[in-house]
């Protein structure tokens, strides 16, 4: 089982993730796209590397926008280690 991360150190290691932000016990961000097949584009992508890591968002897509999500459920829906490599991968991707 993964062991939540204090709340101190989740917004501590924000400062080296862009644009993502803590809120309701999970790690937010949203992406803007030029297009809805580029949004698509990049879920497509992301559902690679979520399943290579056995670590799945939630995800909302809207025409060109993409908001992603994550939590961890196996630790009672809240944030571990988990979501900040997985969040880290999706910037390197974005």
């Not at 993964?2 to 809120?23: K, T």
């Not at 799945?56 to 897509?61: L, M, R, T």
């Not at 809207?62 to 009672?76: F, G, P, Q, S």
Request: with cysteine; hydrophobic share 40%.
């Amino acid at each position: 089982m993964s062991e939540p991360l204090p709340e101190s150190e989740i917004e501590s290691r924000l400062v080296n993730l862009q644009d993502w932000r803590h809120d309701e016990d999970h790690l937010k961000k949203s992406f803007a796209f030029g297009s809805f097949r580029d949004a698509m584009a990049f879920i497509v992508r992301l559902s690679y590397e979520a399943d290579q890591q056995d670590h799945h968002p939630e995800i909302f897509n809207c025409y060109n926008r993409v908001e992603i999500a994550l939590n961890t459920h196996d630790a009672k829906g809240k944030v571990t280690e988990k979501d900040f490599s997985l969040a880290a991968a999706i910037d390197a991707m974005a």
